[in-house]
């Protein structure tokens, strides 16, 4: 007897809806669909970046021409405004001052910074929170809120307009910025690599200066680079200390700016202004050479697989 055999087929998953139009476009490819809201903030970034841009047009313009009337740009442009600002501001004397005042800040800070950071991930102790949260006040609190008082003590010292003050109120809120930039990271080292190098008999100054130092130096050039560009820009305390020679690149731009007169004053700030900016393209360039943030990222979590 023969029997009659129903082949069965498994149901089809169901398929999701296809948007009318997404057929027709290639794979990967989106819709340029977006909602008001998206397209305010392209908009609001836009208007930014031209508004930045213009700023920074002006600047170069009015740098490299003659005075000018009825037109839009000057009929000669010349480098001669950034040769007279050279001469009569000593712009070498000031960036030599400003580089020196940059690199002192940021050894020191480093120095300090990064054991105390790891003595605040590492280990516990006393009032630990509190001693943290004074370490974050110079960072928090307006410059010149405690600038007053720290060059009322650098004037009582003697060291008033000096090369030495300048480094040394700069210290104040870059050592805490360090502390804030290390800790975490050197949280995120597995503490198991410092055990183990411990137990085959290594001493502290080992452990730090042959394991924990390679891989603390992404870490440590990000605090670097932002220490760099705090002091290169910091104006209040160095302002409030500072002295013509020991006068830092933003200071000497103040005061070029507020002694001048006169109608050929402006190209002169504007030359300084543009060294200033082309100075500091310069640092953070050469800075980013040796250290990016997808390099920050792959140390930390290869020590944490460690």
């Given amino acids: 007897m023969a029997t009659d055999t129903l082949t069965s087929t498994p149901p089809r998953a169901a398929r999701p809806p296809v948007r009318k139009g997404a057929a ?64 009569r501001f000593g712009m070498a004397h000031v960036i030599g001052v400003t580089l020196l005042v940059a690199v002192s800040v940021i050894v020191v800070s480093v120095l300090v910074g990064v054991p105390a950071a790891y003595m605040l991930a590492r280990r516990s102790f006393p009032f630990k929170r509190t001693i943290s949260l004074l370490f974050l006040l110079p960072v928090l609190m307006p410059p010149i809120t405690y600038g007053i008082p720290l060059a009322t003590v650098m004037y009582n010292m003697g060291l008033g307009r000096t090369l030495l003050a300048v480094i040394l109120v700069n210290l104040v809120p870059s050592v805490p910025f360090v502390i804030m930039t290390m800790t975490p990271f050197i949280e995120q080292i597995n503490p198991s690599i410092e055990n183990a190098a411990r137990m085959s008999g290594a001493t502290m100054r080992t452990v730090f200066t042959r394991i924990l130092a390679p891989l603390l130096v992404p870490g440590i050039l990000a605090a670097a680079v932002l220490v760099l560009v705090r002091t290169v820009g910091m104006f209040e305390l160095t302002f409030l200390v500072s002295g013509p020679q020991s006068d830092t690149l933003v200071v000497a731009i103040y005061r070029a700016m507020t002694a001048a007169g006169g109608g050929e004053s402006r190209p002169l700030i504007s030359s300084m202004a543009v060294v200033y900016t082309v100075t500091m393209m310069i640092i953070l360039v050469i800075a980013l050479r040796f250290i990016s943030p997808t390099q920050l990222v792959a140390r930390v979590k290869e020590s944490r697989e460690d």
Avoid: C, H, M, N
Avoid at 30 to 52: E, G, Y
Avoid at 60 to 72: A, M, P, R, T, Y
């Fill in 24 to 87: 027709s476009r290639p794979p990967g490819q989106r819709a340029l669909v977006a909602s008001p809201t998206t397209w305010f903030v392209w908009f609001a970034v836009a208007v930014f970046f031209v508004l930045l841009l213009g700023i920074l047009t002006s600047v170069v313009v009015d740098s490299l021409g003659k005075s000018w009337f009825g037109s839009w740009l000057p009929e000669v442009f010349t480098f001669s405004w950034y040769a007279a600002a050279w001469e």
